[in-house]
Protein backbone atom coordinates (compact mmCIF):
# COMPACT_ATOMS: atom_id res chain seq x y z
CA UNK A 1 0.00 0.00 0.00
CA UNK A 2 0.93 3.67 -0.53
CA UNK A 3 0.13 6.76 0.89
CA UNK A 4 -1.39 9.48 -1.18
CA UNK A 5 -2.86 13.55 -0.36
CA UNK A 6 -6.37 13.48 -1.99
CA UNK A 7 -8.20 16.56 -2.15
CA UNK A 8 -12.44 16.01 -2.81
CA UNK A 9 -15.37 18.53 -2.60
CA UNK A 10 -17.64 18.71 0.51
CA UNK A 11 -20.47 17.43 -1.10
CA UNK A 12 -18.65 14.11 -3.00
CA UNK A 13 -19.94 11.48 -0.65
CA UNK A 14 -19.05 8.57 -2.58
CA UNK A 15 -16.03 9.30 -3.06
CA UNK A 16 -15.48 9.83 0.93
CA UNK A 17 -17.16 6.83 1.60
CA UNK A 18 -15.28 4.76 -1.45
CA UNK A 19 -11.92 5.73 0.46
CA UNK A 20 -12.93 4.68 3.88
CA UNK A 21 -13.77 1.48 2.37
CA UNK A 22 -11.38 1.15 0.13
CA UNK A 23 -8.49 2.01 2.51
CA UNK A 24 -6.87 3.33 5.47
CA UNK A 25 -7.56 6.99 6.00
CA UNK A 26 -5.08 8.66 8.26
CA UNK A 27 -5.89 12.21 8.46
CA UNK A 28 -8.82 14.33 7.66
CA UNK A 29 -9.15 17.97 7.35
CA UNK A 30 -12.62 19.33 6.39
CA UNK A 31 -12.84 22.97 4.81
CA UNK A 32 -15.86 25.25 4.06
CA UNK A 33 -13.65 24.41 -0.05
CA UNK A 34 -12.75 21.02 0.15
CA UNK A 35 -11.99 17.89 2.51
CA UNK A 36 -8.21 16.74 2.37
CA UNK A 37 -7.17 13.24 3.19
CA UNK A 38 -4.17 11.18 3.55
CA UNK A 39 -4.96 8.10 2.65
CA UNK A 40 -2.85 4.52 2.25
CA UNK A 41 -4.28 2.20 -1.14
CA UNK A 42 -3.35 -0.30 -3.18
CA UNK A 43 -1.77 0.71 -6.30
CA UNK A 44 -4.79 -0.70 -7.61
CA UNK A 45 -7.35 1.15 -6.19
CA UNK A 46 -4.98 4.54 -6.70
CA UNK A 47 -5.67 3.92 -10.39
CA UNK A 48 -9.49 3.01 -10.12
CA UNK A 49 -9.81 6.19 -8.24
CA UNK A 50 -8.01 8.10 -10.52
CA UNK A 51 -9.90 7.15 -13.62
CA UNK A 52 -11.72 10.08 -13.90
CA UNK A 53 -14.93 8.41 -15.01
CA UNK A 54 -14.80 6.47 -11.28
CA UNK A 55 -17.59 7.05 -9.61
CA UNK A 56 -18.39 10.00 -11.78
CA UNK A 57 -22.23 9.18 -12.23
CA UNK A 58 -23.15 9.37 -8.49
CA UNK A 59 -21.05 12.17 -8.03
CA UNK A 60 -21.41 15.21 -9.78
CA UNK A 61 -18.58 16.94 -7.89
CA UNK A 62 -15.84 14.18 -9.45
CA UNK A 63 -13.62 16.81 -11.58
CA UNK A 64 -12.71 18.03 -8.23
CA UNK A 65 -10.82 15.17 -7.13
CA UNK A 66 -6.99 15.23 -6.69
CA UNK A 67 -5.02 12.38 -5.86
CA UNK A 68 -1.56 12.70 -5.14
CA UNK A 69 1.15 10.00 -3.82
CA UNK A 70 3.57 10.31 -1.57
CA UNK A 71 7.14 9.94 -2.37
CA UNK A 72 9.30 8.06 0.41
CA UNK A 73 13.05 8.50 -0.04
Known sequence: MRLHHVSLAPDDGAAL??????GE???????????????????ADAARFSNPEFLSETSPSAHGRRLSPIRKD
Open 17 to 22: SWLYDH
Open 25 to 43: VLEREDTAREVRLTVRLEP
